[in-house]
T-cell receptor, first 110, second 114 residues
Framework: GDSVTQMEGPVTLSEEAFLTINCTYTATGYPSLFWYVQYPGEGLQLLLKATKADDKGSNKGFEATYRKETTSFHLEKGSVQVSDSAVYFCALSNDYKLSFGAGTTVTVRA | ETGVTQSPTHLIKTRGQQVTLRCSSQSGHNTVSWYQQALGQGPQFIFQYYREEENGRGNFPPRFSGLQFPNYSSELNVNALELDDSALYLC?????????????FGSGTRLTVV
């Protein structure tokens, strides 16, 4: 079945540091790929998405590129802020459901 | 444009009881999915409803059931609650169940079973 594996956390960074969270997937067919963010006590917010190979999703300074050859969708941000502290989930959509990774907790210190 | 709203936000139930969680979809969305997120884990797909019919189901027992109403709002019912049912339950709506349109999530209902 479909599965998503993402880098284990927690990740602690200083403000303005570079952030990378690795994500790889296993799926049949051609899934769409997503990054969701979850702030404490809240639900999930869509951060970015890519629907086909070589697509780059971007939002709020975050980027991720759909790499079919390596089945990856790594999340990057060049300069993080304290407000980026959250849990980040990589997910894929195949048919009618989303399959999520376990989440990576990111803490950014001033 | 309204988002997805869930009620209640928090709930405490006793093992063996039954619970109903509610979800109002984003305006214009006709598909609703439910997810269970245990503490420290990613959400797990429970089931999806499209135009009032169950459209797909994850690996959850039959005591997890749902309904979708003509206005596209939805309920998740769980019977014979177990301690392991303690989790954040998330509702997500979408248009035609297509991921290209994106899924909009509610803030969830935190269920505690004691």
């Amino acid at each position: 079945g479909d599965s998503v594996t993402q880098m284990e956390g927690p990740v602690t960074l200083s403000e303005e540091a570079f952030l990378t969270i690795n994500c790889t997937y296993t799926a049949t067919g051609y899934p769409s790929l997503f990054w969701y963010v979850q702030y404490p006590g809240e639900g999930l917010q869509l951060l970015l998405k890519a629907t086909k190979a070589d697509d780059k999703g971007s939002n709020k300074g975050f980027e991720a590129t759909y790499r079919k050859e390596t089945t990856s969708f790594h999340l990057e941000k060049g300069s993080v802020q304290v407000s980026d502290s959250a849990v980040y989930f990589c997910a894929l959509s195949n048919d009618y459901k989303l399959s999520f990774g376990a989440g990576t907790t990111v803490t950014v210190r001033a | 444009e309204t988002g997805v709203t869930q009620s209640p936000t928090h709930l405490i139930k006793t093992r063996g009881q039954q619970v109903t969680l509610r979800c109002s979809s984003q305006s214009g969305h006709n598909t609703v999915s439910w997810y269970q997120q245990a503490l420290g884990q990613g959400p797990q797909f429970i089931f999806q409803y499209y135009r009032e019919e169950e459209n797909g189901r994850g690996n959850f027992p039959p005591r997890f059931s749902g309904l979708q109403f003509p206005n596209y709002s939805s309920e998740l019912n769980v019977n014979a609650l177990e301690l392991d049912d303690s989790a954040l339950y998330l509702c997500a709506s979408s248009l035609e169940g297509l991921d290209s349109y994106g899924y909009t999530f509610g803030s969830g209902t935190r269920l505690t079973v004691v």
